[in-house]
Structures are given as structure tokens and as C-alpha cells.
T-cell receptor
Framework: DGGITQSPKYLFRKEGQNVTLSCEQN?????MYWYRQDPGQGLRLIYY???????QKGDIAEGYSVSREKKESFPLTVTSAQKNPTAFYLC???????????FGPGTRLTVT | SQQGEEDPQALSIQEGENATMNCSYK?????LQWYRQNSGRGLVHLIL???NEREKHSGRLRVTLDTSKKSSSLLITASRAADTASYFC??????????WGAGTKLIIKP
């Protein structure tokens, strides 16, 4: 089956720890995205990557970091510098020639 | 940045009724998309309407676009319990980023 996988589904961390969220796609899409969603709100873009070894900051990149060493993988690290990391994180991908984005099932991160 | 606005924020209707959600935006667009999100899940693309289209259908979904009013609407006809979800509109900006609204939470009562 083609699609996007995110793991884990739920993640719990203590304040001050860095944590890495996984995102893998086998759709052969060039572009990948990380969004943050808070309760009752829409999506806010954290980082995106249109090609391997290149990525750009979105609206709320502070406290986050990414890498894009392989086309199919785009991990997101939530660092201890992120002031309010508890949220639902969504990864998406798209074909360069399509406007549609395909989403993973999300990771709910809780930091206490 | 969230430059799209959906209304209503929440909508509760009886199964079988039609549901209409609206989306407004501030700048010109090439196209506008609608997505559905079931509770605690990822988003699923529903339909894309281009700026030169006024109406588009997909099954029980009907989307309209009025570029003069910078608004779009999503109509779901003959609603079902499985339509219970949040619905978002999104448009691409000049930086190749999707701009999302806050969504409409739709509840279909049996």
C-alpha cells in the first residue's frame, strides 16, 4: 500500500528533552511538510522540503529542526527550545505537479 | 499563517439533511482545496476548484467558488453519520505554502 506513515501515534516526553518524530512516504513525492495542529485550530506549517537535502522554514519553525537525507524520509525534531511543544503533529507530502497534499495519521506529542 | 476563515465554526444537523460550510480568503487564488479530518486523524483531500471554475461536484459534495467575493462553499447533501468530521479549506500562497483555515466541525446526529 502506498502512503505516509508516522510513528509513534502517541509520544510522551519530559520537559527539556528533545524528541524526534518519524515520517516516511512511499509515494515517490518530492515535497514533504510538517504541520502543527492545536485543539480547535487549523494547521500551521513548521518546515517543508521540496527536494532532498533542502528544506525551508514555515511560519512556526522556532524550536524545531528537520533533515531530508532521503526522498522518502523527513524526520522532525522538537527541541527543548520549543516553548509549548504539546500538540498534534502532521506530516504530508505532495507531487511537484499536483496541488493535493497527502497526510499521515499524525503523532500526538505530550510534554510534561 | 491562517488567512482562510471557515464559518460556521461548528455545525450540528440531523442525518439526511444538507450541510453547508463557507470559506473566505483575502488574496487572489489559483485554486482552492477542501479537506476532511476525522477526529484525531490525518487530513484527506476532498476536492480542488480552480479559479476559473464556479462549481464542482464529487459524489455528494458540491463546491462553489466566487472569486469576486473571495469565498467558497462546500455543500454535503444527504448527510450521513460518517460525514461527522472537521472540514478545512486551503489555498496556496506565493511561497508555495498551503494556507489553512481554522475549520468547521460538523456533527451529524442520527
Amino acid at each position: 500500500d502506498g502512503g505516509i506513515t508516522q510513528s509513534p501515534k502517541y509520544l510522551f516526553r519530559k520537559e527539556g528533552q528533545n524528541v524526534t518524530l518519524s515520517c516516511e512516504q512511499n509515494l515517490n513525492h518530492d515535497a514533504m511538510y510538517w504541520y502543527r495542529q492545536d485543539p480547535g485550530q487549523g494547521l500551521r506549517l513548521i518546515y517543508y522540503s521540496q527536494i532532498v537535502n533542502d528544506f525551508q522554514k514555515g511560519d512556526i519553525a522556532e524550536g524545531y529542526s528537520v533533515s531530508r537525507e532521503k526522498k522518502e524520509s523527513f524526520p522532525l525534531t522538537v527541541t527543548s527550545a520549543q516553548k509549548n511543544p504539546t500538540a498534534f503533529y502532521l506530516c504530508a507530502s505532495s507531487n511537484s505537479y499536483s496541488y493535493e497534499q497527502y497526510f499521515g495519521p499524525g503523532t500526538r506529542l505530550t510534554v510534561t | 499563517s491562517q488567512q482562510g476563515e471557515e464559518d460556521p465554526q461548528a455545525l450540528s444537523i440531523q442525518e439526511g439533511e444538507n450541510a453547508t460550510m463557507n470559506c473566505s480568503y483575502k488574496t487572489s487564488i489559483n485554486n482552492l482545496q477542501w479537506y476532511r479530518q476525522n477526529s484525531g486523524r490525518g487530513l484527506v483531500h476532498l476536492i480542488l476548484i480552480r479559479s476559473n471554475e464556479r462549481e464542482k461536484h464529487s459524489g455528494r459534495l458540491r463546491v462553489t467558488l466566487d472569486t469576486s467575493k473571495k469565498s467558497s462553499s462546500l455543500l454535503i447533501t444527504a448527510s450521513r453519520a460518517a460525514d461527522t468530521a472537521s472540514y478545512f479549506c486551503a489555498r496556496w500562497d506565493s511561497n508555495y505554502q498551503l494556507i489553512w483555515g481554522a475549520g468547521t466541525k460538523l456533527i451529524i446526529k442520527p
